[in-house]
C-alpha cells in the first residue's frame, strides 16, 4: 500500500458542521488545506445577493456577519435523509432544487482539492453515518443514493462509501504498536457513530477488514442537536417560547423550534410567518417576548443567534457558566447559561447514546471488560456529560482523542489508497 507514489483518489469527509478532503502522499500530512490554510472548510454557503454569487466556507460566514444582503444556509448534510431534499428553494431569485445545493458545495470541495494537489481526482472515498436517517432503510439508502448521484455529477467516476467511525479507527491505527480493541466515538453535527473493531499494527496494511468490525452503530443525534436543545432551554423563552396566550394554551412552538434549528431558520423570515405572528400577538398574555422575536426577523438575526448559541455550548465545554449578550437585539438583554441547565437539556439525547452503546456492545457479544480504548473524535466528542457516560459504560477503557476535525479525513485518505492506489 504505502508506495512512493501519491494516491490517485482522495476521501471526501463531508460533515454538517466541517469538511475536509484527504489525499495520501508520502512523508505528507494526508489533509489538504481548505481554506486560509486551514484543513477545514465549513460547511456553509453564502448566497451574496449583492454581488450575485456564492462564498463558501468561513468567507461566507464572515460576509454574513459583515451585513451583506443574501441567504446563509449551513448544516448542509442534514438534508440527506429529509422531505426537503425532493424539493427546492429560492437563491438569488431562482429556484435552486437541494440537491444541486449539495452538489454545489461538495464540487467546491472537490475544486479546492484540485487545485492544491495540481490534479484531477477521478475516484473518491466518501464517509457516510452509519445511518443517515435512524430506523428508515429506504429513506437511508436514498440519501446514500443521492450522495452517489451528487458526486458524479461534480466529475467522479468512481464513487465508494466508508463508515466514518471505521475511518476514524484507520487513522488511529497507524500510531499504535500492539493490539487493541478499539470503540471509535464520533460525535458530529449531525450524527453519533460508533465502531468496535480490533487494531493492530500487523492489520493495518491489509485491504480487506471486515472480519476486524465487529460492530458498526448510531444515532441522529450530533452537536446541531444539542444547539437546538441548548437553545430551546436557555435562550427562546425571551422570544416568547412557553408564552401563554389568553386561552391559557401555549403559543405554537413550531416558530421556534425552526428558529433553533439551522437548515430551517429561513422559513420565518416568509412574509406568510410575520403574518401569523402578527395576528397572534394579540392573544398572547405578554407581548415582549413575540416583541423580541419580530425585532430578530426584521434583522434577520436568526442565524446570528444559532452562531451565538454554538458558541455558548463550546464554551460550556470548558466553563461553569457565561452571559450571553443579545444587545444586538435588544439593548442591555443577555442571559445567563449554565452548564447544569445544556445537561439537563440534552439529557434524554445522552440517553439514546448511551442506549446506542450499549445495544453496540451486545451486538458484538462484548462485555466492557474487553473494550481497551475509547477513540473520541468529530466536533461535538468533547461535551463533558459525553465523556461521563461512556466512561460509566466503560469504565475501565483507557481515553483518547484524535484529531477533532480530522481523525475522519485522514481515515479516507487511506482507505481510497488501498482501494485505488
Known sequence: MYKDQPARACGIDFGTSNSTVGWWRPGEDSLIALEDGKITLPSVVFFN???????????ALEEYLEGYE??????????????????????????????????????????????????AFEQVVLGRPVFFVDDDPE????????LVAVAKAIGFDEVSFQYEPIAAAFDYERGIDREELVL???????????????????????????????????????????????SLRGVMPL?????????????????????????????LYAQKTQLALKSMRY????????????????QRAGHWLAMQVEQSKIDLTEADRLNLSLARI?????????RDLFEAAIESLLGRVRDSVGDLLNKAGLTAAQVDTVFFTGGSSGVPALR????ELLPNARHLEGNTFGSIGSGLAIEAKKRYG
Open 139 to 146: 429513506a437511508d439508502r436514498e440519501a446514500a443514493d443521492t
Open 70 to 119: 443574501g441567504r446563509l444556509m449551513r448544516s448542509l448534510k442534514s438534508l440527506l435523509g429529509s422531505k426537503l431534499l425532493k424539493s427546492e428553494t429560492t437563491v438569488l431569485g431562482s429556484a435552486m432544487p437541494f440537491k444541486q445545493l449539495l452538489g454545489l458545495f461538495i464540487g467546491e470541495l472537490k475544486q479546492r482539492a484540485e487545485a492544491v494537489a495540481g490534479r
Open 283 to 298: 392573544d398572547i398574555v405578554d407581548a415582549s417576548g413575540i416583541d423580541r422575536l419580530f425585532r430578530l426577523i426584521e
Open 239 to 267: 422570544f416568547g417560547y412557553g408564552s401563554r396566550m389568553k386561552s391559557d394554551a401555549f403559543m405554537p412552538t413550531h416558530y421556534h423550534l425552526n428558529l433553533a434549528t439551522w437548515h430551517t431558520i429561513n422559513t
Open 330 to 338: 435588544e439593548e442591555g438583554l443577555e442571559v445567563e447559561l449554565t
Open 184 to 230: 471509535i466515538v464520533d460525535i458530529g453535527g449531525g450524527t453519533s457513530d460508533f465502531s468496535l473493531i480490533r487494531l493492530s499494527p500487523e492489520r493495518r496494511d491489509h485491504a480487506e477488514r471486515q472480519d476486524d468490525i465487529l460492530a458498526t452503530g448510531g444515532v441522529h443525534i450530533g452537536g446541531t442537536d444539542f444547539d437546538k436543545q441548548l
Open 388 to 391: 461521563r457516560i461512556i466512561a
Open 49 to 59: 445577493l449583492e454581488e450575485r454569487r456564492p462564498v463558501y466556507g468561513r468567507r
